[in-house]
């Protein structure tokens, strides 16, 4: 990321946090950054696109701490949490700032909508850092099922002062392991579906040849 772009991140996440995101304009994070309005309009034409610069520098940092190799001895839930652990670890020295988009989002869901697909995207990065297939129709299902986890633990996040994220850890296991077991019970579901037919129409074909 150029240095022009480092710092209008940086002033947008200082100003949002301190003023709220609803009310600082685009000339006010260009003023901060040193920038003129035209020079910060072309790196970032509005305060989403900013949002979305920030969620992907926490995505880059979280990325460049994943170890090449998996650890046998890990399950994919165990590799998840890490994963997301570190991810609110990256997001501490931002914790107003990320607080301050998520209450803007909860009163406005256009901005909700409009940081969706970089919200998406971050969690599609987090289940591939945790070697967990985002690709196809169960891709999806486990993205969105990471976003809604994330959403809620954030909210712990948010309260949670211990040094350790202790209050964090405990809700993002707790959310987990509750959505392992769905998961389990989705499996078991569109297994059955998929090879029901199948076994029907192989026990068809037996009858015809037998016929």
């Not at 003129?36 to 979280?62: C, H, N, Q, T, W």
């Amino acid at each position: 990321m150029s240095e022009a772009r480092q710092k209008a991140l940086d002033a947008f996440l200082t100003l949002i946090a301190e003023k709220g995101m609803t009310d600082v304009s685009l000339r006010e994070i260009a003023a901060a950054a040193g920038l003129g309005v035209a020079e910060l309009y072309a790196l970032f034409p509005d305060k989403v696109s900013l949002a979305a610069a920030f969620m992907a520098r926490i995505d880059a940092e979280v990325l460049h701490g994943t170890q090449p190799s998996l650890d046998p001895d890990e399950t994919a839930r165990d590799r998840l949490f890490d994963v997301m652990m570190r991810r609110y670890d990256a997001l501490r020295p931002y914790r107003a700032a990320v607080r301050t988009m998520r209450r803007a989002g909860m009163r406005d869901p256009i901005l909700t909508m409009s940081l969706g697909p970089a919200l998406r995207r971050s969690m599609r990065a987090m289940l591939e850092a945790a070697s967990i297939p985002s690709d196809g129709l169960s891709g999806a299902a486990r993205q969105n099922g990471l976003v809604a986890i994330h959403y809620a633990v954030s909210r712990v996040f948010d309260k949670d002062e211990s040094q350790d994220l202790s209050a964090t850890m405990a809700a993002l296991d707790r959310r987990l392991k509750m959505a392992e077991k769905w998961a389990e019970v989705f499996e078991k579901y569109t297994k059955r579906y998929t090879e029901g037919p199948r076994a029907n129409q192989s026990s068809e074909v037996k009858d015809s040849q037998g016929a």
